[in-house]
């Protein structure tokens, strides 16, 4: 595919600002989204004409097809000099716009992404379900190509990945790896999961959990001996796991319930929140590691007590989000109105941080 002279410019001008997003949007010129906020690029406002032409253009035949069909898109661009790119095509007002993320070129260190070790943990499970949950842009997919490329060092094994679309591309190190993306290589996620599974994977990672097909199979896989690793747009473990259940119809739940009790290991909820100095992102996570008591609460339907089994697991490295906030701002690296606005019960966390600065209040 051949990128015009005007979409590499936007593109190499998003590089060099560190732009976590580009938005390409009538009436305005290119919006870049820096440290979390968007800013306008020092380009001419684009026009309806020139965003459906810059749209168009980074489409094949199938994928304008796709679009014109389902009126919304998801696909990967590689251009030579400035790397990859994953692209979400839209309409607004009847006319095509984009929002574009540059994708990594390099796997960070687990240090670099401030991730808990425990990531790192369950990427040496042999089988079961590990769930990454957050909001758009709070680094999932990133976390899952950190936990891909631990595999590929440590393990000689088959990795299928299943992505919409592909943002980075892994080297074979000791294992082999298949990445597919979809409307280029499969049509469904649930689709392309049946055909996994017939292709001998050790691991499998699906981009998202996202309908009761993939869902089902996904947790069949997960019982049958894979480890699978997936996202889902959550916030918390608690609401997780009550997000599965309910995509399945009511008399199937209980079903469901028991199946994630035995076979979940784990989940990872994160979010990025800004930085003390407006300068960067830090990233903010919960972790549930499966124990006995969680899986008695899930298999009861007690997901409310998971917060419980959390709390109780801090030496395993179990933590709340409120507990990362907590972390972050007494390190200085947020400042408190960032720890309270991303709390889920601001006001449990302002008496915590308050009896923790004036314990002799107490």
Not at 54 to 68: A, H, W
Not at 85 to 107: C, G, K, L, Q, T
Request: glycine letters at 4%; hydrophobic letters at 40%.
């Amino acid at each position: 595919m051949v990128v015009s002279a005007e979409m590499q410019k936007i593109l190499g001008l998003a590089r060099r600002e560190n732009a976590s997003d580009i938005h390409i949007v009538a009436g305005l010129p290119p919006l870049f989204r820096i440290n979390g906020e968007i800013m306008l690029s020092d380009v001419p406002p684009l026009s309806r004409e020139d965003t459906a032409r810059l749209s168009m253009e980074l489409l094949n035949d199938e994928q304008k097809e796709t679009f014109r069909r389902e009126w919304e898109l998801c696909c990967s661009l590689y251009e030579e000099n400035l790397g990859r790119f994953r692209i979400s095509i839209y309409y607004h007002a009847a006319n095509p716009e984009m929002a574009i993320r540059p994708v990594m070129d390099h796997i960070k260190t687990r240090e670099e992404l401030y991730l808990p070790e425990q990531v790192e943990d369950l990427t040496r499970l042999s089988g079961g379900l590990v769930l990454l949950t957050g909001p758009t842009g709070s680094g999932k997919t990133t976390t899952m190509n950190f936990m891909i490329d631990i595999i590929n060092t440590e393990r000689r094994c088959k990795i299928i990945a299943i992505e919409d679309p592909v943002e980075y591309v892994h080297r074979q190190k000791k294992a082999v790896i298949v990445q597919q993306e979809l409307h280029t290589d499969v049509k469904s996620f649930s689709r392309a999961l049946v055909h996994v599974l017939r292709q001998n994977p050790d691991v499998i990672c699906i981009g998202e959990m996202r309908d009761l097909e993939t869902t089902e199979t996904a947790l069949i896989a997960a019982e049958t001996g894979h480890l699978v690793i997936a996202t889902c747009h959550t916030p918390n473990a608690f609401q997780t796991v009550e997000r599965i259940v309910s995509i399945f119809p009511e008399n199937k739940q209980p079903q469901i319930f028991t199946q994630l009790a035995n076979c979940l290991q784990g989940i990872v909820a994160q979010r990025l929140v800004p930085s003390a100095d407006k300068k960067n992102r830090r990233l903010v996570t919960e972790v549930l590691i499966m124990e006995p008591a969680a899986r008695k609460h899930i298999r009861d339907r007690e997901l409310h007590l998971l917060v419980n089994v959390i709390q109780m697991g801090r030496r395993k490295g179990m933590h709340t989000m409120d507990d990362s906030l907590v972390e972050l701002y007494e390190a200085g690296e947020i400042t408190y109105d960032t720890a309270i606005n991303n709390s889920y019960d601001p006001a449990s966390l302002r008496d915590r941080i308050h009896k923790q600065i004036y314990p002799q209040n107490e």
